[in-house]
């Protein structure tokens, strides 16, 4: 089974800096995706970022990106300018690709790390 | 387009009753995955389903069963309620047919029930 680890339970930043959040992964299969999400204290889960193992470049949105490391297994996402509205727990994903099985062609769940904490500091 | 919608958003039950949540999913999206949220468990996923069917499950008791109508609509149920059913449940919709991202699960706000 696939294991999602965010080591961060905390994080914080200043207003218009830069921070990046930590994800590892585990997993034995060559072809999966990577999400960040966040979710503000409305408790909304909004995807923010996502990266298909096989493309080595790595995603970006706007003032978000991603350092994906597939050696490492690693996913680690960036925030440029941080905005007093970035501040939510960040949540790292991990889903497989499709594959076979005994009742059809099976869509990965997602697998979510345990979170970090952004604060924001004007 | 609108987003995902939920209904109930807060619920209040006591112990040993039924609840029943539910999902409406983005138009077009046909999957609905259902997610299990608390402070001492992370995000759990309860089950996923596709054209009415059930294709995919996670390790809980069978006290929590779904369905899905053909309109993509879904409803979860939990049965005998327990104090540790507690927690914000969040449905997630996606296209679930195709391949690659563009498959990306879409979430509802979710569904706060408490059990005392």
């Known amino acids: 089974a696939q294991t999602v680890t965010q080591s961060q339970p905390e994080m914080s930043v200043q207003e218009a800096e830069t921070v990046t959040l930590s994800c590892t992964y585990d997993?034995?299969?060559?072809?999966?995706?990577l999400f960040w999400y966040k979710q503000p204290p409305s408790r909304q889960m909004i995807l923010v970022i996502r990266?298909?193992?096989?493309?080595?470049q790595n995603a970006t949105e706007n003032r978000f990106s991603v350092n994906f490391q597939k050696a490492a297994k690693s996913f680690s996402l960036k925030i440029s300018d941080s905005q007093l509205g970035d501040a939510a727990m960040y949540f790292c994903?991990?889903?497989?690709?499709?594959?076979?099985?005994?009742?059809?062609?099976?869509?990965?769940?997602?697998?979510f790390g345990q979170g970090t904490i952004l604060t924001v500091h004007p | 387009k609108a987003g995902v919608t939920q209904t109930p958003r807060y619920l209040i039950k006591t112990r040993g009753q039924q609840v029943t949540l539910s999902c409406s999913p983005i138009?077009?999206?046909?999957?609905v995955s259902w997610y299990q949220q608390t402070p001492g468990q992370g995000l759990q996923f309860l089950f996923e389903?596709?054209?009415?069917?059930?294709?995919n499950k996670g390790n809980f008791p069978g006290r929590f069963s779904g369905r899905q109508f053909s309109n993509s609509r879904s409803e979860m149920n939990v049965s005998t309620l327990e104090l540790g059913d507690s927690a914000l449940y969040l449905c997630?919709?996606?296209?679930?047919?195709?391949?690659?991202?563009?498959?990306?699960?879409?979430f509802g706000p979710g569904t706060r029930l408490t059990v005392l």
């Open positions: 997630a919709s996606s296209l679930g047919a195709s391949m690659g991202l563009t498959d990306t699960q879409y």
């Open positions: 997993t034995s299969e060559s072809d999966y995706y």
């Open positions: 990266q298909e193992a096989y493309k080595q």
């Open positions: 994903a991990y889903r497989s690709a499709p594959y076979p099985g005994p009742g059809g062609t099976s869509y990965g769940k997602l697998t």
């Open positions: 138009s077009g999206h046909r999957s």
């Open positions: 389903y596709f054209s009415e069917t059930q294709r």
